[in-house]
């Protein structure tokens, strides 16, 4: 896992006290503390992908998966193309699925990553890639087009056939850039930062359970009932949730 940014240029003196006690507890190996000083940063300037970041390298050093998890996708959510926090994020995933694989039961439990609450067909890409590989798409379409009225009737066909194909990629650029914008820009999220969070039918421990979450799965967020958050599992199925078991992801 790559370390920390440590940022060392702060943007305003409101920085200085949570960034250089984090970055100091860092390095000394005292992760826990640091992860505290980064949280009190976070909360100051909730806005600040790299921040986000560093919190989430100190949560992983502290053993803390779940909450690393999530700030680093808070991290992504802030900056899509963040690399250093899409790197992390995966290398903790691995690790926290490797630890809930090694543990046995015969409950469904549901691992970080599995199928990243439905959306990671319209995810893999940031908006900046879709609308880039759109916007080519489409003005190749339109070239071809043009090229196949100058050409000869056997590679009159072939231009045609590269039409068609870029006028069909084109459609799923558009579609999936549709899909990042609407479906999941509208969406709230939120990541489980419990070791283990337990679904149930209601919104109580009265209630019959379900799955087990591990730490760091990411669900979609309904409603809220006394303390309890109604969740989308990756699989389209609902439950229920203890608020304190679950992190909103800030947009």
Known sequence: MRRALLLLLAPALAWAGPLEAGN?????G????AARHYAALTDAHPQSADAWYNRGCAEA????????????????????????????????RTVAVAAALESTSDERVV?????DAGTALITAASPTTLALGFAICWLLLFALLALSRRLAHGRRTAAWFGAVLTGLASLAFGALLWGRTSLVA?????VVTAERGR???GPGRQYKP??????????????????????????????????????TLQR
Do not use: M
């Open 24 to 28: 100091e507890a860092f390095w000394q």
């Open 111 to 115: 691992l970080p990553g599995d199928d």
């Open 61 to 92: 050093q502290a053993g803390r998966l779940g909450p690393a998890i999530h700030a680093f996708e808070q991290a992504l959510a802030l900056s899509p193309d963040h690399e250093d926090a899409a790197h992390n994020l995966q290398q903790v």
């Open 199 to 201: 679904v149930r039918n």
């Open 210 to 247: 379900g799955a087990i979450l591990v730490g760091g799965v990411k669900v979609r967020l309904r409603g809220e009932v006394d303390g309890w958050r109604q969740v989308v599992l990756p699989d389209g199925s609902e439950g229920w949730l203890p608020g304190d078991e679950v992190s």
């Open 186 to 190: 509208d969406a709230d999220f939120g």
């Open 30 to 33: 005292d992760f826990a503390a």
